[in-house]
């Protein structure tokens, strides 16, 4: 079925029909442009509130970046922002697919209709031309006819009146057959007005017509065809990012995944390990004795002295209170304003950043020679005299950073004492070690402390001076030794070590160690030697592989 035989007489109709389809297609063209404005804005408003929740310093300047919520939280954001880059994807895939070509598809469609339209109002036009001249002649041949039959009865009444003349008789005669001959005519002019008008109407309806509304069905349902393609672009653009929107939600389900509580607390102690000792038992001031002692001549400080031993209080709980207010402190290339064990991380990563800076010179400076031997050798690539200012400045940053390296290892080995003492220190100072036990006594000479006579056991009754005691810390060191595990791991020995103190053992660099128990916090590892002996070394002098 075609509108051309159906709705042959329906032009008003498909006139209104045709125009609201192209109606409700920029209905929906309008429809999609604000959905992309409203996804372009969802995503706007994700980067806004992702950038608003970022960290703002850079991320290896920012100690929190270290702990695994902080780490889950950035990834979380950037997934999110992740996510609203798909939501941009969408608006954008909705403004160029959907509300650009179908706006121009509908302006298309409009001129189409238009032309359309335009010619069957002509063949409307024409065929009210043809009826209009077929009623001028209708209406000139019915009056032609009149004035015939009026004229015939005037000739007639003459011809029977006496009294008239023949020449009026004549002339009336005359009239007549002039009014009967232009009424043959414009009956002739009628019939051929008659036949063109029937020919031309016939055409307009069976054959001009019809095509024009056909032409209309067929634009129609092209355009009909089209929105519905329009349609489904409106899902197709949302299943496109379904894939990446689901590995963003995957990610976010991954990072909530990954906060791991207890490395976070490994993680703050290892970035605030003071590395300092803690504070032995306070003595007892004794202020009674100011009031039994008499005042002289030759007494110090006030008469009853009791200022001074205030003064020296107060000086004793400054120094030995560790909650206290710090005072700002001012930053030295050492890192000495740092507590030990801190300054020994910094000098460890700047003595590796200085080393990596040192290979990649000497990488330089190997590339360079090179060069300049392929130069010597085929002159026309370049001249190896342009490459003597190059190697030059590569040298002198070499001598710069060994001279750097050589301060650093200098700082380093000072500051990997000063954690050893306070280790030693702390100990020495309580009866339960803490845990793990990995520190190193004084020296070695007080394992032949422990072996001495009776005479040493017995006058161990006596405290022992915090600086002076030579007594082994760890007792359970040749516990632990007696009964040799399985290694856990391997390791290397990055710098040499003497392993001097009780519970430590000795390595060389480069040497390949067993591991047989890892750092518990301490900064000690304990590692077995191939040619046997198992003690404790710093861990930063190693660098381990777990089984």
Request: with cysteine.
């Amino acid at each position: 079925m075609d509108w051309g035989t159906e709705l042959w007489d329906q032009f008003e109709v498909l006139e209104r029909h045709t125009q609201w389809g192209l109606d409700l297609l920029d209905k929906y063209v309008k429809f999609v442009k604000e959905r992309a404005e409203v996804e372009q804005a969802y995503a706007k408003q994700l980067r806004s509130l992702v950038k608003k929740y970022l960290p703002k310093r850079p991320t290896k300047d920012d100690p929190e970046v270290k702990f695994s919520q902080q780490q889950s939280f950035v990834q979380l954001l950037q997934e999110v922002n992740d996510f609203a880059g798909q939501r941009e994807l969408v608006a954008e895939s909705l403004g160029i697919r959907v509300c650009l070509e179908l706006a121009k598809y509908s302006q298309e469609m409009k001129q189409e209709r238009k032309m359309h339209f335009q010619e069957g109002r002509r063949a409307q036009q024409q065929l009210e031309n043809g009826f209009k001249q077929l009623e001028t002649s209708k209406r000139k041949f019915e009056r032609d006819c009149r004035e015939a039959e009026k004229a015939a009865h005037t000739a007639e009444r003459l011809d029977q009146d006496i009294n008239a003349t023949k020449a009026d008789v004549e002339k009336a005669k005359q009239q007549a057959h002039l009014r009967n001959h232009m009424a043959e005519e414009s009956k002739n002019e009628y019939a051929a007005q008659l036949q063109r008008f029937n020919r031309d109407q016939a055409h307009f309806y069976f054959s001009q017509m019809p095509q024009i509304f056909d032409k209309l069905q067929d634009m129609d349902e092209r355009r009909a065809t089209r929105l519905g393609a329009g349609y489904g672009l409106l899902s197709e653009a949302e299943l496109q990012v379904v894939p990446i929107i689901g590995k963003c939600l995957e990610g976010m389900k991954v990072a909530a995944e990954s906060v791991d509580a207890k490395n976070d607390s490994q993680v703050l102690i290892e970035l605030h390990k003071s590395g300092f000792a803690r504070p032995g038992d306070l003595e007892f001031e004794d202020f009674s004795q100011v009031m039994n002692r008499v005042p002289s001549d030759s007494s110090l400080g006030t008469p009853d002295g009791r200022p001074e031993l205030r003064a020296a209080s107060s000086r004793s709980r400054a120094k030995r209170w560790p909650f206290g207010k710090k005072n700002k402190t001012v930053v030295t290339e050492d890192f000495s304003h740092l507590p030990p064990e801190q300054q020994r991380k910094r000098l460890q990563q700047q003595l590796e950043e200085r080393n990596r800076e040192l290979q990649k010179e000497e990488d330089q400076r190997e590339a360079l020679k090179k060069m300049k031997d392929v130069y010597e050798k085929t002159p026309q690539m370049g001249d190896p005299a342009s490459l003597e200012p190059r190697i030059a400045e590569t040298l002198g940053n070499i001598e710069r950073l060994k001279l750097e390296v050589q301060k650093y290892e200098a700082w380093l080995a000072e500051a990997e004492s000063r954690v050893l003492s306070n280790r030693g220190d702390s100990l020495s100072r309580h009866s339960r070690p803490p845990d793990p036990p990995a520190t190193a006594p004084p020296d070695s000479s007080s394992s032949s402390n422990n072996s001495g006579s009776q005479d040493n056991k017995e006058s161990s009754d006596e405290p022992p001076s915090e600086e002076g005691q030579d007594t082994p810390i760890y007792t359970e060191f040749d516990e632990d030794f007696e009964e040799p595990g399985s290694p856990i791991g391997q390791c290397v020995a990055i710098y040499r070590f003497e392993g001097s103190s009780e519970g430590t053992i000795s390595m060389s660099e480069g040497e390949d160690l067993s591991l047989m128990e890892e750092d518990k916090g301490d900064g000690w590892t304990r590692v077995r030697r191939r040619q046997g002996g198992e003690g404790y070394v710093p861990t930063s002098y190693l660098r381990v592989t777990l089984n």
